[in-house]
């Protein structure tokens, strides 16, 4: 796995604790280790609050956007890699490939917070 530049919480993140299932639900976002209010401890076992009051729904895409986070840019980078090596004998087909590519580099940059 490629570091980045980004600095943030390690994963897994988890949801936890539906308040008020039957009115207005919220949920939040923990980092590891759930189980305690505030941020962690140094060298603490129990886990980071990232987010309170949340809808169920936004939570779930939260933890699944953050969860995947790593793996998704690094397919992004291999493909990006990838698409340099291609011997392309078409000028349709390296301009497709050029697009392509600059829309990998931005997503890329944006990933890492450039």
């Known amino acids: 796995m490629t570091s980045t530049s980004v600095t943030h ?40 609050w990232i987010a309170k009051d949340i809808r169920p729904a936004n939570a779930e895409f939260i933890v699944r956007a953050c969860n995947a986070y790593e793996e998704l840019l690094e397919a992004v980078r291999w493909v990006e890699a990838f698409l340099q090596t291609v011997d392309w004998t078409d000028n349709t087909s390296e301009q497709n490939a050029a697009d392509i590519r600059v829309a990998l580099e931005a997503a890329i940059a944006k990933a890492e917070g450039r």
């Not at 299932?21 to 590891?32: A, E, I, K, L, Y």
């Open 9 to 48: 919480t390690p994963g897994p993140w988890t949801t936890a604790g539906v308040t008020n299932p039957q009115t207005n639900p919220r949920m939040s976002v923990w980092g590891p280790r759930q189980g305690v209010w505030g941020p962690r401890q140094p060298g603490s076992e129990s886990g980071e």
